[in-house]
């Protein structure tokens, strides 16, 4: 029996290495006019599988409470973190504006059905924890009758 190679994964396994060569590359530019842009990024997530519900760690440093967007939708968690900033000087003979955008989006497949509407989480020294509690399982089934000559 021969297993069939999920050409996907090789995609994915590209654009990661792609994604942190781009990140060596831009830390080698130094700080100079770089240092006004912030790159988008994922966040580093740790799952885990508790008895009864999953919890989902989330590294988000430097995002406020109402900057994080969290949901979950048909199994699974939705993280969609954006903020923005302007600064703006001015002198007697200069005036200087900067901009800073950052972003970062995630969404992780719940590996089992779960209770969307129990959701949970909490966000402490740039970590957010959400608890998504697992569904009950169907445990009950109903005998159907079959109607025929």
């Not at 699974?76 to 970062?104: K, N, P, V």
Request: hydrophobic share 35%.
């Amino acid at each position: 029996m021969s297993s069939r190679r999920n050409p996907f994964f090789d995609l994915e396994r590209m654009f990661d290495r792609l994604s942190r060569e781009f990140e060596e590359a831009t830390s080698q530019w130094g700080e100079g006019d770089w240092a006004l842009f912030e790159t988008r990024g994922e966040a580093a997530v740790d799952l885990v599988d508790e008895d009864d519900a999953f919890v989902v760690t989330i590294d988000v440093p430097g995002f406020e409470r109402d900057e994080i967007d969290l949901r979950v939708t048909e199994g699974t968690l939705w993280i969609q973190c954006e903020r923005s900033s302007e600064e703006e000087e001015e002198g007697d003979t200069y005036l200087r504006r900067e901009r800073s955008h950052a972003s970062m989006r995630r969404s992780i497949r719940l590996p089992a059905p779960v209770d969307a509407e129990d959701v949970t989480a909490k966000l402490k020294n740039g970590i957010l924890t959400v608890t998504v509690p697992k569904a009950e399982p169907i445990e009950e089934s109903n005998r159907i009758e079959i109607e025929g000559a």
